[in-house]
């Protein structure tokens, strides 16, 4: 734990709509009761099948920015895909927009995800594929990404925002903190007490 | 005036977390074998204990065998995660229905056996590792599909950290034309408003074509909310599921169910309730509807041509063109099942299409009952002999090859005519395989023909 502010480091531009999570993590890779050794099967069938992906791509060895574009993350609420994507090395992910559930599973895990206009996007995702050696820096604190010249406007949702600032991203012990008042909720449920 | 989802929401709130969020209490928690492992590990490692056991169930669905359900499991990863699951409900006190030593005939998919066995109810809070939790909705509960780090924070604390929604009223008026279906609404709803156009929204689904529709109607439409970017769909509670409800094992009995019903009523959305946004959609325009691509979103009329717009990746991947007909496909294989249509009435309805007919010699064709239940209503119905007679395999229950988890999957480039919810690349669990969604009725029709059909033509058939 520990709050996250900025995210520096090399990107990986990953471009496509409604990457799905099936195809972030093939089901196949969900039979274990462990997340272990999820980083070797991140995009793992996308990878076979086109040899250009930039996850084969060497050049973005190393990277721990991510770089997509809309709905990344739909599908499946498998935290098997943020989770290989963390064990993989990465730190933020840079978006136009994500599943909700996407979105929340990354965040819990630390790995916070910026959205930005469609536009700001392929300017960074373009620039990143022209220098892949071009230092990112995705900042929770100041809403902004910036690469080389570019700097874009990359906001978060304000609650999950302040989460990273304040180190409560990983919300069990908030949420166990003031137990009797989840007690006490509970009992005034007619379904919980009884009808 | 506040919508069955504000006063849902306001029930069950616990206060507001430093962060902003909301601290959502979780009325009931339900538990898979894929997704909850790592959990419980990880509420075992900080030490702490299974908070409401009483409010957890279990069940194993998505990797389990459906060729033999006996134990243990010839699948020896498949028996891990059971016997992980097992000894995780039985250390915590939490209720699992499973094949094998538990002894229960209850087992089947967690989005079937939840409102079957009456532990969905209405204005409850309800989270399960599963984006497909939507469902539940249908009994107008609001229902979270959640990650593993989240089934670990209900695990240990009954509750999430969420923002609320916005809500989305879709209304969808007059009669649905024969041989249409609750799947061809909500495909149409996911094409019309697209993948992610639900994304910030929870769904609440009106007017009187859903006023008319069972509960196993409605829960096809809540399912596949997700599919169109809404975490949360609902359906207010209404007089249709008082009635299904009545008499359930977890329902409230007697005079308690007289109290519970009032509740209900009183927690559903006013008449005069503001909403976010609105949409309305002409039951009377909706055909049977089938994917032509790599998301739920992209489909057509069984009588349309794909637009000349349609996506290039997509259309390469499954091999058809812009302007061509999905009618007419060549399928391999045929599958009828999973949370989205698995129900009795899905296999009913299929069931009276096969009845009489052959599958076509080339096609494998799959029913995989979403719950032993299911199984057993369906078998006291006949309907077993009337698959297996027309050339279907007859399984046990399960997730089977709506993701392939188990040895239910696609191979090579095999096409398959699914009434599961997803299209995606290798969701069937061959890299190359291609889905087509449609409704069970769809894929009854496109079994027997050996390619997609328009089931209407055959239906007239039935009928005659």
Redesign the interface.
């Given at each position: 734990m520990g709050a996250i502010t900025t995210i520096t480091g090399r990107a990986l531009p990953l471009r496509?709509d409604?990457l799905?999570t099936?195809?972030i993590m093939?089901?196949?890779f969900?039979?274990?009761?462990?997340?272990e050794g999820l980083e070797q099967h991140v995009f793992e069938?996308?990878r076979?099948?086109t040899p250009d992906h930039p996850f084969n791509n060497a050049n973005y060895r190393g990277a721990s920015i991510l770089v997509v574009n809309?709905?990344f993350g739909?599908?499946?609420?498998?935290?098997?895909a943020?989770?290989g994507l963390a064990r993989y090395g990465i730190h933020a992910i840079v978006g136009e927009?994500?599943?909700?559930?996407f979105l929340?599973?990354s965040s819990?895990?630390g790995i916070p995800c910026l959205t930005a206009s469609p536009a700001d996007i392929r300017a960074l995702q373009t620039l990143i594929e022209q220098n892949p050696d071009l230092q990112v820096t995705a900042s929770v604190e100041a809403q902004s990404v910036t690469a080389g010249h570019l700097t874009i406007k990359a906001q978060l949702?304000?609650?999950?925002r302040?989460?990273f600032l304040?180190d409560?991203w990983?919300?069990?012990a908030?949420?166990?903190a003031?137990?009797d008042?989840?007690r006490n909720?509970?009992t005034?449920?007619?379904?919980?007490a009884?009808? | 005036m506040p919508t069955l989802f504000e006063n849902v929401w306001k029930?069950?709130?616990?206060?507001t977390?430093?962060?902003?969020?909301t601290?959502l209490?979780v009325?009931l928690h339900l538990v898979h074998e894929?997704?909850s492992?790592?959990a419980f590990?990880m509420v075992r490692q900080?030490g702490?204990r299974v908070?409401?056991p009483e409010?957890t169930f279990a069940t194993v669905d998505?990797?389990v065998p459906t060729s033999s359900q006996r134990r243990p499991f010839i699948d020896l990863?498949?028996e891990?995660?059971t016997a992980?699951l097992e000894r995780n409900c039985r250390e915590a006190g939490i209720q699992l229905f499973a094949p094998g030593a538990s002894g229960s005939k209850d087992q089947g998919i967690v989005h079937v056996i939840g409102p079957e066995l009456g532990l969905t109810?209405p204005?409850?809070t309800i989270a399960c590792?599963?984006?497909h939790?939507s469902t539940h909705g249908a009994l107008g509960a609001i229902a979270f599909?959640?990650?593993?780090?989240?089934v670990?924070?209900v695990l240990?604390?009954?509750?999430?950290?969420?923002?609320p929604l916005k809500v989305r009223r879709i209304d969808v008026n007059g009669t649905l034309r024969p041989g249409v279906y609750a799947k061809d609404v909500i495909l149409t709803i996911i094409r019309k408003l697209g993948?992610?156009g639900g994304?910030?929204y929870a769904y609440e689904y009106g007017g009187s074509t859903i006023d008319r529709m069972s509960i196993e109607e409605r829960m096809t439409i809540c399912n596949m909310s997700?599919?169109g970017?809404a975490?949360v769909g609902y359906v207010n509670p209404d007089e249709t599921t008082f009635a299904y409800l009545k008499g359930r094992r977890f329902a409230?009995q007697g005079e308690?169910?007289t109290?519970?019903v009032a509740?209900w009523r009183k927690i559903a959305s006013s008449p005069d309730a503001r909403y976010d946004d609105r949409v309305t959609i002409d039951a009377a325009e909706i055909e049977p509807t089938v994917t032509w691509g790599i998301?739920p979103g992209q489909s057509v009329g069984i009588s349309e041509p794909i637009a000349s717009t349609a996506d290039a990746?997509a259309l390469t991947f499954m091999g058809f063109t812009a302007g061509g007909r999905v009618a007419g496909t060549k399928i391999d294989v045929a599958f009828i099942g999973s949370c989205t249509n698995g129900r009795i009435s899905d296999l009913e309805e299929a069931a009276r299409i096969v009845k009489g007919r052959r599958v076509a010699p080339h096609v494998k064709a799959l029913v995989v009952p979403g719950s032993q239940e299911v199984s057993r209503v369906a078998e006291a119905k006949g309907l077993p002999e009337i698959f297996t007679k027309a050339g279907f395999e007859w399984r046990g229950a399960g997730c089977s090859m709506c993701?392939?988890?188990n040895p239910d999957r696609l191979e090579g480039q095999q096409v398959c005519a699914s009434s599961s919810n997803?299209n995606?690349?290798?969701?069937q669990?061959s890299?190359?395989g291609r889905t087509l969604l449609m409704s069970p009725a769809m894929v009854a029709a496109a079994a027997l023909a050996g390619q997609v059909v328009d089931v209407r033509t055959l239906l007239e058939e039935v009928h005659a």
């Open positions: 496509g409604d799905d099936d195809r093939p089901a196949r969900l039979r274990a009761v462990t997340f069938d996308d076979a099948s809309s709905n739909c599908g499946s609420s498998r935290e098997h943020p989770q927009s994500y599943s909700e559930i929340g599973n819990v895990l949702p304000p609650g999950v302040d989460a304040t409560k990983n919300p069990t908030m949420l166990l003031d137990f008042k989840v909720v509970a005034h449920l007619p379904y919980v009884g009808f | 029930a069950h709130a616990v206060r977390l430093p962060s902003g969020q601290q209490f009325g894929v997704t492992p790592q590990d900080q702490w908070a409401f409010r998505h990797i990863t498949a891990e995660m992980a109810q204005g409850m590792g599963d984006s939790t599909g959640i990650g593993t780090s989240q670990r924070d240990a604390s009954q509750c999430l950290a969420l923002d993948v992610n994304v910030g997700i599919e970017g975490r409230p308690a169910f109290r519970a509740w998301n990746e993701l392939a988890m997803r995606f690349k290798g969701r669990g890299p190359n």
